[in-house]
C-alpha cells in the first residue's frame, strides 16, 4: 500500500491505533485463558473483560457495567435488540424506523414485514434532517419498537435521539427505542444515562478498533431474547466465550476516542470545514448534500452535478485518494444511496455523489492536495459527460 495514500473513507472503518494492537497482543498467545475458567491464567482473561466492560460504560454514559454486552459487531447489535425486544413481545405488530438507516436495520425491517409486522419508515427533509413529528404522529399501543439511527453514516446528520425516546415513552411508555449508534461512537459524546434510551448499538472498528467486535448498551431492567443461544456469558443476552483480545482492543479504542473527543469537534471539524469550503468553490458543478443542522465532525457529502461517482472514485484511487460514492454497485448496475433518495436530492447530482470521512490521523495537508486534485479530476471526468450543454463551464478558477 502506497505510503501516500489519503485515506478520507472512515465512516467505512478506521486504521486501529497502534495502542489498540498493543494492548490486544498478550491476550493472543499469553494471556489466553478463558475467562469463565477458576485458575488464575483466566482470572486475568476475566479481569481484562471485567475493566472493558467498565471503559464501555464510561465511554457510552451508562450507569452500570452490567449495562454493556458485548457482540461481534454493529449489525449484532442491531439485530440483537430488536429482535430480542420482538420475541419477548409477540402481541405487537407495529414497529418504526427511518428511511435512511444502515441495511443491518433496514433489512431486518423488510424482513419483519414478511413475517406479518406493520411497519413504518419514516422520512428526511432535503437537508436530511429526520421528521421527528411524523415519526412521533405514527406511535400507538401496538408499537413494540422504535429503531432510530443517532447519526448517518452517509451524510453525517445527527438525530435528536434523546429527545425521540423521551417522547415516544410519553405516547406508549411500553414501546421499547433502539439507536444505532455506529457512526455516532467516537465522534461526538454519548450519555445514555437519564435517558429514556432502551438499547444503543456500537462497533469498534468506526473508531479505531478491530473489526469484529461491537457492543450492545441495554438499559438496566430491560428484558430481551437472546439472540444467540447457548452459555451464560454476558448475563444470558449472548452467548459464546468471549472474544478477550478483541474487547480488550475495543475498550482501549474507546479509551483513546475519549481522550481524542475534543480534537473531533475542533481539528477534525475544522478539516473537513476546509475541505468542504475548498471543494464547493473550486468547483462549479459541485452541491453539498447535506446541511443538516447537527453533523458529526468528520463527514461530508458533495454532489458533482452530471457526472459518475464511480468515475469519480476511480480517478481518486489513481491519484492515492480514498472515498466512497453514495451509490453501491450491485450486479453490474448502479444503485443511487437509498439515503440521498429520500432527502430527494436531484438525478443530476445522485450519481455523483461522494463521502469523504476524516480522522484524527487525516492532515491538513492531505486536505490541500484533495483539494488540489479534484478540480482537475472533475475537469477532465466533464469532458467525456455525456451532458456537455448542462456542464458548460465547470470550474470557477481554471487549475
Ligand atoms: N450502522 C451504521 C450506521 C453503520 O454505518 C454500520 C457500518 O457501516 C453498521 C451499522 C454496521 O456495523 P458493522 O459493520 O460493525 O456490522
Do not use: W
Amino acid at each position: 500500500m502506497s505510503q501516500n495514500l489519503i485515506y478520507l473513507d472512515n465512516n467505512a472503518t478506521t486504521k486501529v491505533d497502534e495502542k489498540v494492537v498493543e494492548a490486544m497482543l498478550p491476550y493472543f498467545s499469553e494471556e489466553y485463558g478463558n475467562p469463565s475458567s477458576i485458575y488464575d491464567l483466566a482470572h486475568t482473561a476475566n479481569t481484562a473483560v471485567r475493566h472493558s466492560r467498565e471503559t464501555m460504560k464510561e465511554f457510552l454514559g451508562a450507569k452500570d457495567a452490567k449495562e454493556i454486552i458485548f457482540t461481534s459487531c454493529g449489525s449484532e447489535s442491531a439485530n440483537t435488540a430488536i429482535k430480542g425486544v420482538l420475541e419477548l413481545n409477540r402481541a405487537k405488530k407495529h414497529i418504526i424506523t427511518t428511511k435512511i438507516e444502515h441495511p443491518c436495520v433496514l433489512n431486518l425491517y423488510k424482513d419483519l414485514e414478511n413475517k406479518s409486522y406493520r411497519a413504518d419508515y419514516i422520512g428526511v427533509d432535503s437537508n436530511g434532517d429526520l421528521d421527528v413529528q411524523e415519526l412521533l404522529s405514527k406511535v400507538d399501543k401496538d408499537t413494540a419498537l422504535v429503531s432510530v439511527m443517532y447519526a448517518n453514516n452517509e451524510t453525517g446528520a445527527i438525530f435528536p435521539v434523546k429527545e425521540i425516546a423521551q417522547k415516544v415513552k410519553e405516547i406508549n411508555p411500553e414501546t421499547k427505542v433502539y439507536v444505532d449508534a455506529v457512526q455516532a461512537a467516537g465522534k461526538i459524546p454519548i450519555n445514555v444515562k437519564e435517558t429514556e434510551i432502551d438499547f444503543l448499538g456500537i462497533s469498534a472498528h468506526k473508531f479505531h478498533g478491530p473489526k469484529g467486535i461491537g457492543a450492545l448498551y441495554v438499559k438496566s431492567g430491560t428484558m430481551m431474547a437472546p439472540l444467540i443461544i447457548g452459555g451464560h456469558q454476558e448475563r444470558g443476552k449472548r452467548a459464546g466465550t468471549e472474544n478477550v483480545p478483541y474487547i480488550v482492543g475495543m475498550a482501549e479504542a474507546a479509551k483513546l476516542a475519549m481522550e481524542h473527543l475534543s480534537d473531533e469537534l475542533t481539528e477534525v471539524k475544522r478539516l473537513r470545514d476546509m475541505l468542504e469550503e475548498g471543494i464547493l468553490s473550486k468547483i462549479k458543478n459541485a452541491r453539498l448534500n447535506s446541511t443538516a443542522k447537527n453533523r458529526v465532525p468528520n463527514t461530508t457529502n458533495i454532489g458533482f452535478l452530471y457526472i459518475e461517482g464511480e468515475l469519480i472514485l476511480l480517478h481518486l484511487n489513481d491519484a492515492g485518494i480514498c472515498a466512497s460514492s453514495g451509490s453501491a454497485c450491485t450486479s453490474g448496475s448502479l444503485e443511487p444511496s437509498h439515503v440521498l433518495r429520500a432527502m430527494g436530492v436531484p438525478f443530476t447530482a445522485l450519481h455523483g455523489s461522494i463521502r469523504f470521512s476524516l480522522s484524527r490521523y487525516t492532515t491538513e495537508n492531505e486536505v490541500i492536495q484533495v483539494i488540489q486534485e479534484l478540480p482537475h479530476i472533475i475537469e477532465k471526468l466533464a469532458k467525456i459527460s455525456p451532458f456537455q450543454k448542462e456542464l458548460g463551464e465547470i470550474l470557477n478558477n481554471k487549475c
